[in-house]
C-alpha cells in the first residue's frame, strides 16, 4: 500500500502472486472503507479473473483470487489507484466595502458553501487500474 501526501491518493501495487495447490475457492475484500458501511469504493470480481475487477456495487462485493480452474493472478505490478475528489471552494458573494480612511476599510462578504464535489460517486473515485510495464 502506497499513500501520497502530495494528492492524497491510495495505491495498491501487487507483487508477484502465487496460488497454493489444490486450493478451493478464496476471495477478498479490496477497497476503502469511510466511517460508516454506506461510505466505499471496492472492486469486484467471480470469475478468477483478478486483473479484470471492476466497481463494487455493495460493501459486501468481493474479488475472487484462488480459483481452481481459472488462476488469473494479479499480474506483478498491477496497481489499483484511489484518487480523492476534486472539491470546488465556491466563489463570495455579496461582496461590499467601506473605505474608513485612506488607507483602511471595512470588507465584507457571504461565505460560499462547504464546496460541491466535482465528482459526486464519494469521497474517492473509483480505483484505476494500471497495469505494470514489462
Not at 72 to 86: D, F, H, S, Y
Not at 93 to 113: F, V
Amino acid at each position: 500500500m502506497r499513500l501520497y501526501e502530495s494528492n492524497n491518493a491510495v495505491q495498491f501495487v501487487y507483487g508477484e502472486c502465487f496460488y497454493p495447490t489444490g486450493g478451493a475457492n478464496d476471495d477478498a475484500t479490496i477497497g476503502l472503507r469511510g466511517a460508516s458501511a454506506t461510505d466505499f469504493n471496492n472492486r469486484v470480481e467471480a470469475s478468477g479473473n483478478f486483473p479484470a475487477t471492476t466497481q463494487g456495487g455493495a460493501i459486501s462485493a468481493l474479488v475472487l483470487y484462488n480459483n481452481p480452474t481459472s488462476h488469473i493472478a494479479p499480474t506483478n505490478g498491477l496497481t489499483l489507484t484511489w484518487t480523492p475528489v476534486v472539491v470546488s471552494c465556491g466563489n463570495p458573494t455579496a461582496l461590499s466595502g467601506t473605505a474608513t480612511s485612506t488607507t483602511t476599510a471595512n470588507l465584507s462578504w457571504t461565505a460560499p458553501g462547504l464546496g460541491t464535489p466535482l465528482d459526486t460517486s464519494g469521497k474517492f473515485v473509483q480505483a484505476e487500474l494500471e497495469e505494470a510495464e514489462q
